[in-house]
Nanobody
């Protein structure tokens, strides 16, 4: 059974940094993409932030976080981290990781929520002064 567990959420001031972690288990397929999503409120949908294939050297990012967020994985390829720098109040929300076997036509990992089947419960990030 595929399982994803996020951690690392906290309350920080604008300009601060956080490092989120997503630990995956229940599969051994090395071709799974993993992505981070954010849900700012119950009324708003989940927005894709960063996606990574374990065999890739770099992640794909949404324009809203490119240059501030960095997604990486470790040697196990089952732990994925999201380093978030220069946080803004607009970054407040529930951060979730998800995994899929689906790729975009160019072979990259998608940031489309509809392409992801397995999800974690999320970790809350609050950015305010």
């Amino acid at each position: 059974q595929v399982r994803l567990v996020e951690s690392g959420g906290d309350s920080v001031q604008p300009g601060g940094a956080l490092r989120l972690s997503c630990v995956a288990s229940g599969y051994n397929n090395p071709n799974r993409c993993v992505a981070w999503f954010r849900r700012r409120s119950i009324q708003k949908g989940r927005e894709g932030l960063a996606s990574l294939h374990p065999g890739a050297t770099t992640a794909s990012y949404d324009a809203s976080v490119k240059g501030r967020f960095t997604m990486s994985t470790d040697n196990t390829k089952m732990k994925f981290e999201l380093q978030m720098n220069n946080l803004e109040p607009g970054d407040t929300g529930l951060y979730l990781c998800a995994t899929t076997l689906v790729r975009d036509v160019d072979g990259s990992c998608p940031l489309d929520v509809s392409r992801y089947l397995y999800w974690g419960q999320g970790t809350q990030v609050n950015v305010s002064s």
